[in-house]
């Protein structure tokens, strides 16, 4: 099953060997008419492709182990959603991928509000939504509660969708504390925030600061799931 309706003028997929995965560094970049994706498993390039979670793609082991550098080129200029949907012709060209959606129960946080939330702090209409490290805090400014449960979605350490069931509405600054200390070395700071995020407590933490909790459930969700795939050998 097929959904892109535009393709690349130009692409490339190149599998990537274990010496220069250990070798290079994960990421997607995007750029207007292009995309870049390095050392990146078939299923980060699926659900950037369909706009999906990790644990919204079922499918063999392997998609998760091989890697694979891609490059896809367009005509002209275009946006990061049109730039994705054309990855799902080049999933099927080079991948042989086929696959259909289905709703499935999965586990789930829900995210409720708890006794206080008096760290939440009502935003300025005019300020700017983002986050940005400070110390060994990280910033989360002109932030709703549907945002929090989207970022700590995307976390791996999470690993199943936290859905907003707060209640409350607006946006919010707040500030969690990341780590118990602040070191100065930037390359220690750094490491340590990483080590920190990774911990599969850290949602956990990031709610009971704000006066929240993420309650375990199950809750039905779309998958996607693989019928047929196979391992691209470059060209």
């Known amino acids: 099953m097929t959904y892109g309706q535009t393709a690349f003028e130009a692409a490339s997929v190149k599998p990537v060997t274990l010496e220069q995965a250990k070798e290079g560094r994960p990421g997607v970049s995007f750029s207007p008419g292009s995309v870049t994706m390095s050392s990146v498993t078939l299923k980060t390039i699926i659900t950037t492709a369909y706009g999906v979670k990790d644990y919204q793609v079922s499918g063999p082991a392997w998609i998760t182990s091989d890697r694979y550098d891609v490059i896809g080129k367009s005509a002209g200029p275009a946006a990061e959603s049109g730039l994705r949907q054309m990855l799902q012709p080049l999933l099927a060209e080079r991948f042989q991928l086929s696959l259909h959606r289905e709703t499935k129960d999965l586990p789930v946080y829900l995210l409720t509000a708890g006794k206080s939330t008096s760290k939440l702090h009502e935003s300025a209409a005019d300020t700017k939504s983002g986050t940005r490290g400070q110390g060994s805090n990280m910033l989360f400014q002109h932030y709703s509660m ?90």
Do not use: H, W, Y
């Open 146 to 235: 549907a945002q929090l449960s989207e970022f700590l979605s995307r976390l791996r350490s999470v690993g199943r969708p936290v859905l907003d069931m707060t209640g409350l509405t607006g946006d919010f600054d707040f500030t969690v504390e990341v780590m118990d200390s602040n070191p100065e070395n930037p390359a220690d700071a750094k490491r340590g925030a990483e080590q920190a995020v990774a911990d599969p407590g850290f949602a956990a933490r990031v709610a009971s600061q704000l006066g929240l909790k993420l309650e375990a459930r199950t809750a039905p969700a779309e998958i996607l799931v693989i019928d047929r795939v196979e391992k691209a050998t470059g060209n």
